[in-house]
């Protein structure tokens, strides 16, 4: 497919990623009203000009970018608008549709800031370290400021709130990819052998007990599981990209396991969780009614197949948390089965394209961001999508692009943006790869070897 070709594709998603959004908006209206809302065209023209600014950067700035990454991000974000719109029809008081929009306003200028500034990803590399320590700062202010639902994750001054471990885990990634390119190898055959594993130096492992240490650490001291899921997830699943030993998985899930269970046993809110997740219906039980996870589980068994349509469902009655943590339960209420299945394929859409640019990358750094940037999602939508089904406990995460919280929209906007340069440089190592072998003594290429790998024509990546 031609450059040309590429970016006009993502015209045509984003166009059909605004259609999309701007009907779930009228439908919403026409469930609860029987009449278009009154927003509906400046809904649809906002979105469409954000969708067009972000187009526009990569067009001239990043013109070999993977072609589907942008419109999922686009309409992932307006569904999310419509979905927070619908609930805010039921809590008037509480309008969070307007400032939603706001971040996301603020999420594409910083999505364009990045396609633009950002020349090059191997120049992250040079910053890995300041970025862990950027990191560990975002990750310990919270800890001076009062606890919201038991959780300290907020930083909260004169009416305005941050969540700051939502930037630092993009910090993170790029400190595990630069640490990890450096130190693979030595991981990966250094060290004593000790039965099945091969351990290697202090030196060279003492970054991974720290890593450790500080996923325990935020879990005890913020009583954020979610947050200290994700960031051990991410680091085992690069350290295992890095390595391709699959010991190092089998430690990092017992170390995972034996943290969780200290702190489970201990940590009265971390324990709160997991009895809640145990026992899911004990409130009802005991005459106080249905708690959040339970009525979160209601409205998936409501929904059923097709679900009610929107804006005609009751996940509203989860509470004050239905527009965050549990927007996903308004998906499965009123979207049904057929819509979760949608939502989850646009993530993991979204997820193996980042995938697919770190393949193609010639460079280690490029091919273990793309990946831990990519495992970012998927470890977010596991987390939640766990939770409120279920599956495991309750973590207190957004879902990405979807739910209300401007910290995580804005995170997620910039992840998408870096896997936009990341695909790009793909697509020019793929071009190389192809000059490369046009030069091999012998005409390879010409002898019918074909023609480079490319991620985006379905053919294979070294």
Excluded at 33 to 52: I, R, T
Excluded at 302 to 326: N, R, Y
Aim: positive net charge; aromatic residues 8%; contains cysteine.
């Amino acid at each position: 497919m031609r450059r040309t070709g590429r970016r006009g594709v993502e015209v045509l998603l984003m166009g059909l990623a605004v259609l999309l959004s701007v009907c779930g908006y009228c439908a919403v209206g026409l469930a609860r009203h029987g009449a278009l809302p009154q927003g509906a065209a400046g809904y649809g023209a906002g979105l469409a000009v954000l969708a067009l600014l972000a187009h526009l950067a990569v067009r001239f700035r990043a013109p070999g970018a993977d072609p589907v990454l942008l419109p999922i991000a686009v309409l992932l974000n307006g569904l999310g608008l419509v979905l927070i719109y619908r609930l805010d029809l039921e809590t008037p008081g509480d309008a969070a549709a307007p400032t939603q929009l706001n971040w996301s306003t603020l999420g594409v200028a910083l999505f364009v800031a990045v396609v633009v500034v950002l020349d090059d990803h191997r120049v992250l590399r040079r910053y890995a370290y300041v970025c862990v320590a950027g990191a560990l700062a975002l990750l310990t202010v919270p800890i001076f400021f009062p606890a919201v639902n038991g959780a300290r994750i907020w930083v909260r001054v004169a009416g305005f709130s941050l969540q700051p471990g939502e930037f630092a885990k993009v910090l993170l990634a790029v400190f595990f990819a630069g640490y990890l390119a450096a130190n693979g190898h030595a991981l990966a055959h250094s060290g004593r052998r000790l039965w099945w594993l091969r351990l290697p130096t202090g030196r060279v492992l003492g970054p991974v007990v720290a890593i450790w240490l500080l996923s325990v650490g935020v879990l005890v001291l913020e009583r954020d599981l979610g947050t200290s899921l994700l960031f051990f997830g991410l680091f085992v699943v690069l350290l295992y990209v890095a390595t391709g030993r699959t010991g190092w998985v089998a430690v990092g899930l017992l170390l995972a396991v034996a943290g969780a269970l200290a702190v489970g046993r201990l940590e009265p809110h971390v324990h709160g969780r997991v009895e809640d997740w145990l026992h899911p219906f004990a409130s009802i039980d005991a005459g106080r009614g249905p708690n959040q996870l339970a009525q979160s589980l209601f409205a998936f068994a409501a929904g059923g197949v097709l679900g009610t349509g929107l804006g005609e469902g009751h996940s509203v009655l989860i509470g004050f948390a239905a527009k965050s943590d549990f927007i996903l339960a308004t998906a499965g209420e009123e979207l049904g089965l057929a819509g979760l299945v949608a939502v989850f394929g646009l993530y993991a859409l979204l997820v193996e394209r980042g995938y697919r640019a770190g393949l193609a990358l010639r460079d280690a750094f490029g091919r273990l961001l793309a990946v831990g940037l990519a495992s970012i999602l998927a470890l977010q939508v596991f987390v939640i999508a766990g939770g409120v089904t279920g599956l495991i406990p309750l973590t207190g995460m957004a879902m990405p692009f979807l739910a209300q919280g401007g910290s995580s929209l804005v995170t997620n906007w910039v992840i998408v943006a870096l896997l936009i340069r990341l695909s790009d440089r793909a697509r020019k190592d793929a071009a190389e790869r192809e000059d490369d072998l046009a030069r091999r003594p012998g005409g390879e290429k010409a002898a019918g070897s074909g023609p480079a790998a490319s991620p985006y024509d379905g053919t294979a990546a070294p």
